[in-house]
């Protein structure tokens, strides 16, 4: 890992972020709470409060927004290792393990499992109050993303 690129991942992450609540697109409907509390070389932490428009007609968090914070947490993971464009998705999954109600806090943990030159690689994990909410997987075709002039890196070789 380039020294360079670990000092600048947490301002490229905030600034990720930002553009994704700034565009004024769904992310910035659904989760304008949504912080950051931690970056590090391919790992990010974040949290956000279950509010009522996250719910479903039960009353638990929706299962739509828990996959739409495995899509942006396994981009803000993907951007924590230098990549402003986080490229575009291949592949999302989730797996529900338990639900959150409105008013609690739901932390999140995402990163990257695997960087290529072609492919990316990461995992999201979910928690409220100690347990284990959802667990999601994001892949992503990054090959594209390494030519965007934001980013702290150029190729997959700068990794190393």
């Known amino acids: 890992m380039i020294p360079s690129v670990a000092l600048r991942s947490s301002g490229l992450v905030q600034k990720v972020l930002k553009s994704f609540l700034s565009e004024g697109g769904y992310d910035s409907h659904v989760l304008p709470g949504l ?17 009522k428009k996250h719910l479903n007609r039960l009353g638990s968090v929706h299962g739509g927004l828990l996959a739409t914070v495995v899509d942006i947490g396994g981009s803000l993971a993907i951007a924590s290792k230098g990549l402003y464009a986080t490229g575009v998705s291949t592949d999302i999954n989730i797996s529900y393990i338990s639900g959150a109600k409105q008013g609690e806090t739901i932390t999140v943990d995402a990163h990257v499992d695997r960087l290529g030159k072609t492919l990316a690689f990461t995992s999201v994990k979910m928690y409220s109050k100690g347990r284990l909410v959802a667990l999601g997987r994001h892949n992503k075709f990054v090959a594209k993303a390494y030519s965007h002039p934001e980013n702290a890196i150029n190729s997959v070789d700068n990794l190393k």
């Open 35 to 51: 912080k950051v509390l931690h970056s590090e070389s391919g790992r990010v932490s974040a949290e956000f409060d279950v509010e």
